[in-house]
């Protein structure tokens, strides 16, 4: 099953890639039609959104019977950039991830390949990278 989901994603990579400068703001588009292409070939697969309610969205995909293969080839645009701070965010995503053995590997399997095959609490350590700044609210 993985060389089938690596094929997908380097495929969908390889049709946009030489279209644009980078992948921030893709993330739908990728996961949509990866998950399509996945689906044509009956491999098990859900689109989530980590959207936690305040205005943010990124889309990934969980593949495999077990869903154990995190797909998200637009992971890339969560490094931190040079003299940025995150706005929405505590901290850049991917900078939370280096910060364990375990999320560097995530984090590199995200930025070399596109997906992650999941073990133990590999997705808890993904998702934790995306904590939302508190933000103040009016009355």
């Not at 997908?8 to 890639?17: H, P």
């Not at 969980?62 to 995190?70: H, K």
């Not at 991830?97 to 993904?126: A, C, M, P």
């Amino acid at each position: 099953m993985e060389e089938e989901i690596r094929f997908v994603v380097f495929k969908n990579l390889s049709e946009v890639k030489t279209e644009v400068d980078n992948l921030d703001g893709l993330c739908y588009y990728f996961a949509n039609n990866i998950k399509a292409d996945l689906e044509m070939m009956e491999i098990p697969v859900n689109m989530y959104n980590i959207n936690e309610g305040e205005g943010y969205d990124h889309y990934y995909l969980l593949a495999g019977d077990n869903a154990d293969y995190l797909i998200d080839p637009t992971y890339s645009q969560f490094l931190p950039k040079l003299n940025e701070t995150p706005i929405l965010f505590e901290d850049f995503p991917a900078s939370v991830l280096e910060k364990t053995e375990q999320g560097k590997e995530i984090l590199g399997d995200l930025l070399r390949n596109g997906y992650h095959k999941l073990s133990d609490d590999d997705f808890d350590v993904y998702l934790s990278g995306f904590k939302l700044k508190e933000r103040k609210r009016h009355k």
